[in-house]
Structure formats: structure tokens, C-alpha cells
């Protein structure tokens, strides 16, 4: 079992850069494959991005692909999400994931963070 704290949301100004960190907590988090998702006010979760174990694989929904950079520490148990070039559509609470497959974590992760707030104001 893991389990995942999300940090680093907070407000900005569009164009402005955001790393969002996620901290996991067990000495396994180097299996997992992990993912961030979203969630805006009034809409469904979806799928921002994801990497297998090592990072060698990435994934992007393609709203923000060329601008968020997804990426994992295994030696300090952390996630990272980079967003850059954010834009007000882009407010959400991102939420942290867990998966022990790639496909898992793009679709059905087994494990959830409680997320963190973004707002990208105009």
C-alpha cells in the first residue's frame, strides 16, 4: 500500500510556472507507476499525466502536452509535475496517483492523493 501527499498548489497569473510535488509515503514507491489528474469546478476528473517506475515512459492528455513535464525521484519517494505556461484553464485540484502498471495509473489507479489546489488567473 501507498500512500501519497500532494503539495506545491497554490494562485497564479497566466504564464506563470508551478511544480507540484508528491510525496509518497512506503518503501515500494519505486514499483508503482504514477500519474497527476485533475479536477476543475463542475467537470469530471481527468488524466494530466503519468510515467512507469523509472520514468523512462511518459504519457500527456494533450491539453498540456509541450507545457507540463512529469517526472519521479525513486530515492526521495517523490512525484513531480512542472507546469509551465499555465493558463486559466488549468485551475483544478490535482490529484496524485498510483498504479502498479502504466495503463492502471492512466485509467483506474488504485491509490488517490488528496489533492492539491491550482488557480491561474487572467
Known amino acids: 500500500q501507498v500512500q501519497l501527499v500532494e503539495s506545491g498548489g497554490g494562485l497564479v497569473q497566466a504564464g506563470d510556472s508551478l511544480r507540484l510535488s508528491c510525496a509518497a509515503s512506503?518503501?515500494?514507491?519505486?514499483?508503482?507507476?504514477m500519474g497527476w489528474f485533475r479536477q476543475a469546478p463542475g467537470k469530471e476528473r481527468e488524466f494530466v499525466a503519468a510515467?512507469?517506475?523509472?520514468?523512462?515512459?511518459?504519457y500527456y492528455a494533450d491539453s498540456v502536452k509541450g507545457r507540463f513535464t512529469i517526472s519521479r525521484d525513486n530515492v526521495k519517494n517523490t512525484l513531480y509535475l512542472q507546469m509551465n505556461s499555465l493558463k486559466p484553464e488549468d485551475t483544478a485540484v490535482y490529484y496524485c496517483a498510483a498504479d502498479l502498471t502504466p495503463v492502471g495509473v492512466r485509467n483506474t489507479p488504485d491509490y488517490w492523493g488528496q489533492g492539491t489546489q491550482v488557480t491561474v488567473s487572467s
Open positions: 510515467l512507469n517506475w523509472n520514468g523512462t515512459n511518459t
Open positions: 512506503g518503501r515500494t514507491f519505486s514499483t508503482y507507476a
